[in-house]
């Protein structure tokens, strides 16, 4: 990897017309928000388990998540003036200076507050125009103002490479403030960062005064240094006196590299802070010269540091000021009562560390991240399907995410703004997103092994949460989900092909085989093994369904066709022959049963006792309350949005339809018809709103021929992307393809900036992993499918540019129609294919003259 990338380094420093070409000239830019559209926005900016810091729309850093917790909101200190930022100073000869913090305006919203502290930065002078470009990993915040010298762009980011998790995975946020000189005289420009050490203060600790102020605490003996390389200088902050056991124990540093034309200057400490002062002295000593003096003392317990950047600039010159934020916080707790030691802190000794051993990189790392968003970007598929499935690939480096010191990755559901969301990787949820296998397949194939090997036990009883940490057949809950369960033989299926790790099946086929099996126990999902689930079914509306159902019966028989195939490939020929059987009958039982015409429906069916429910099909507390003469929180007759969840995986398997075609794209027109809005003013909804107003949305359910129950399932009146998504898709497999985009765009004007993070699609927690079904839209507009078992890819006939990806490799197909005839183009742009077989939609395949091998950087070209 390092030899390879080393190739891109030339082109980064490129020089147009003299000067070293600009990053935020180099990034294809897929939305654009402007001043009206930036009050929720925050990219966040870190690696995958790293935990990261936002860039927010005005150009502030906010919700300070790089402890091992989530911190919502979360600016290090009380809110007001001491928050960290980044200030601007400009002098032209002769001349009084400016000094402006590097932040747009205050939302008016914002202005009220009890004691005049209603936003962080409330007293610094600011850019009157601000706006917002993204491409994720990158942010964009242009800044200006009649009274400057200097429009500024920020650019933030932290290297995303595909089939590269470490490199994805750097506990970092990079900031490049390119400052243009928009005058006809020489200028002095310098920037400086400023940061409070907040070594023990994540935000999960703190009291209050007697105004009620959010104090945090945790702070004890922090000690900031100034250190100088070769190739970069920066403070690096360490703590004398907070427990290194703790959850916020590490180091932290700023940092920005030595060029010719810098001029660094630093302080390490400030005054006393009584009344603010240290903000005060700092100002003072910037706004005078664009210099830092250093302090020959440190009087707080988090004291404050300051790096600044000078630099000279022409008349209309252009010029970046980098600056590398860097963190190193090892002990996570998570779910888990035991103190685990993150990933990314066995591949760094501190913070220091991070950039020492990163800087010569980051260059081609840079530039392969470019290549990347920049590529998807340019494919043919529409502005919906790039924004909602590029957007949403921030999930993986929130603190959703986290990988263990094995390099295993778990995840919560999502995060609340002080807590995690749901512990344990939960499966009836992981199993909607595509993003982590189709972009990062060693990552997902953990989650497999977690899920078979610790999460299962000898009898095939999966827990759909993992406890930590790990133990053999011993880390599962006490309750089984039965979409979840079946949903993670799909899942095992799926990564087996992308990887091609045939011994990674071999190892865990007996477990595979159990936990299929397990739906046949006695009184369990399918206890008269006919195809069809009667039995007792929780599910990831976070209640037991009784009786057959669309949404856990098609997962089943998504099982039970990925176990067939699996058992073909493992010689186990009667355990085929059994689920191929059990397929077909439950298959046609499926359409006959419950498809009323319209769409899936529940039909009841209750056990004749609660002893003949096998244990642990129910949770112990809501078996003590139940009524099985009526039982509670179930669908029957009602229009599921995700009824067809286990077609929807299908597709992307390539495994087929699970029941009648014809009664699929029914079932989604009529999704259409009786789940979607227009508006949600006439709407009624009990529980948690995701969409309100004027907004379009899909229901999670309707009855619209009568029936509902009494008390329905707990979500049925609200709306969230994660399902959306999959009815959504699922309409772009069946052809609907105006439907499918349409759904998919009133998400994303859900998500526009002003009333909702665009980096942030929620459910039950920010940052929530459902979202991530999203990149199924990639996948089906380009009709992708690939097996690294057979050598065999597939994409769509239609002209057009498209990015794939494999979770191991990646790049460009491009196709083009002359009559009857095809001029296809395949390149890697990263990693390794090896093909037997290409395809075209549905045209007859063409079969290559033995194995065809393409190394990174090759294109194959062929009529087709």
């Known amino acids: 990897m390092r030899c390879f990338l080393s190739a891109f380094v030339m082109t980064f420093t490129m020089s147009v017309f003299g000067q070293t070409e600009l990053l935020s000239e180099k990034i294809s830019i897929l939305k654009e928000y402007d001043q009206n559209h930036l009050y929720r926005i925050a990219l966040p900016l870190g690696g995958i388990g790293t935990g990261t810091v936002s860039l927010g729309g005005s150009g502030q850093l906010k919700d300070w998540e790089v402890m091992n917790v989530p911190a919502k909101g979360y600016s290090t200190v009380t809110t007001g003036n001491d928050a960290p930022f980044f200030a601007i100073y400009t002098r032209k000869k002769n001349e009084r200076p400016n000094t402006k913090a590097l932040l747009g305006p205050i939302n008016p919203a914002d202005y009220q507050h009890y004691e005049g502290r209603s936003v962080d930065h409330h007293g610094f002078p600011r850019f009157r125009n601000a706006s917002f470009q993204a491409s994720y990993p990158f942010g964009i915040v242009s800044l200006s103002d009649k009274t400057m010298p200097v429009n500024v762009k920020v650019v933030g980011y932290n290297p995303f490479i595909p089939a590269d998790a470490d490199a994805s995975g750097i506990p970092m946020a990079i900031l490049k403030y390119e400052v243009e000189n928009t005058t006809n005289e020489d200028l002095e420009v310098s920037i400086s ?11 999960s600790k703190h009291t209050s005064d007697w105004k009620g102020d959010f104090i945090p ?60 002062n240290s903000t005060l002295n700092f100002w003072d000593d910037f706004s005078a010269d664009g210099l830092l003096t250093e302090k020959d003392k440190q009087y707080d317990i988090d004291p404050l540091a300051s790096l600044a950047v000078k630099k000279s600039l022409k008349p209309g010159e252009t010029k970046t000021f980098t600056f590398y934020l860097t963190w190193n916080f090892p002990n996570r707790y998570a779910w888990s009562t035991k103190k685990l030691k993150n990933f990314y802190s066995t591949q760094y000794v501190d913070a220091w560390d991070v950039i020492e051993k990163e800087i010569d990189r980051l260059p081609a790392l840079t530039e392969k991240t470019l290549q990347f968003t920049n590529n998807l970007i340019a494919s043919s598929y529409p502005e919906e399907i790039k924004e909602s499935a590029l957007f949403n690939l921030s999930t993986l480096r929130s603190q959703t995410v986290f990988r263990t010191e094995d390099g295993k990755m778990f995840g919560w559901e999502g995060v609340m703004d002080r807590e995690g969301s749901c512990f344990g990787s939960c499966t009836h949820v992981w199993n909607y997103e595509q993003a982590t296998p189709f972009l990062f397949n060693d990552l997902a194939k953990t989650m497999r092994e977690v899920e078979f090997e610790y999460a299962s036990d000898e009898h095939g009883h999966m827990g759909f949460r993992t406890e930590l940490p790990l133990q053999k057949e011993a880390s599962g809950i006490d309750l089984a989900a039965a979409d979840g369960q079946m949903g993670t033989i799909m899942k095992f299926y799926r990564d087996w092909q992308l990887s091609g790790d045939s011994e990674f099946l071999k190892k865990h086929w007996p477990k595979i085989k159990t936990v299929l099996a397990y739906a046949w126990i006695e009184n369990g999902w399918d206890g008269d093994v006919d195809g069809v689930m009667e039995g007792v079914q929780h599910n990831t509306m976070d209640v037991e369904y009784y009786g057959p159902n669309p949404q856990m019966q098609i997962w089943y028989l998504g099982a039970l066709r990925a176990a067939e195939e699996m058992a073909k490939f493992m010689g186990d020929k009667s355990f085929a022959k059994k689920c191929k059987h059990l397929f077909e009958y439950g298959s046609e039982w499926t359409d006959a049963n419950l498809f009323n015409g319209e769409y899936y429906v529940h039909k009841t069916q209750v056990p004749e006792s609660k002893e003949a429910i096998a244990k642990g099909l129910v949770g112990e507390h809501r078996l003590k309350g139940l009524d099985l003469n009526d039982p509670y929180y179930q669908l029957k007759t009602g229009c599921l949005v995700d009824q067809l969840v286990g077609q929807y995986m299908a597709h992307v398997l390539g495994l087929g339809y699970l029941v009648k075609k014809e009664n699929v794209k029914t079932a989604l027109q009529s999704i259409l018809k009786y789940n979607k809005r227009d508006g949600m003013y006439e709407h009624f909804n009990n529980m948690r709103s995701y969409a309100m107003g004027d907004e379009k949305a899909l229901l999670m359910a309707s009855w619209p021929n009568g029936g509902r129950p009494t008390i329905p399932f707990p979500y049925w009146s609200e709306v969230m992307t994660g399902f959306e998504y999959t009815a959504a898709i699922g309409m772009l497999y069946e052809g609907m393809e105006e439907e499918g985009l349409d759904n998919i765009k009133n998400i994303r004007d859900r998500y526009n900036g002003l009333k909702r993070n665009p980096f942030d699609e929620a459910e039950c927690g920010h940052h929530y992993a459902r979202a991530m079904a999203s990149w199924a839209g990639v996948i089906a507009e380009s009709e992708f499918q690939y097996s690294a078992i057979d050598k065999f890819i597939k994409f769509t006939d239609k002209p057009g540019k498209y990015f794939w990806s494999t979770g191991s490799a990646w790049g460009m197909f491009e196709i083009v129609q002359n009559g009857s005839d095809y001029e296809i183009g395949l390149e890697v742009l990263h990693g390794k294919l090896e093909l037997k077989t290409l395809q075209l939609g549905n045209h007859k395949p063409h079969k290559f003259k033995g194995e065809h091998f393409m190394d990174e950087g090759q294109k194959i070209e062929l009529n087709y």
């Not at 302080?267 to 603010?276: C, H, I, Q, V």
Request: charged share 25%; net charge negative; glycine share 10%.
């Open 193 to 203: 960062g400023n940061i409070r050490n907040f070594i023990g203060k994540d935000g």
């Open 217 to 276: 605490i945790g702070a004890k003996d922090n000690k900031n240094e100034f250190r100088a390389t070769e190739k970069f200088k920066g403070i690096y902050m360490y703590s004398e006196g907070v427990d290194i056991n703790d959850s916020a124990w590490g180091t932290f540093a700023i940092s920005s590299p030595n060029e010719s034309d810098n001029q660094i200057t630093y302080r390490t400490s400030s005054t006393k802070n009584d009344w603010y």
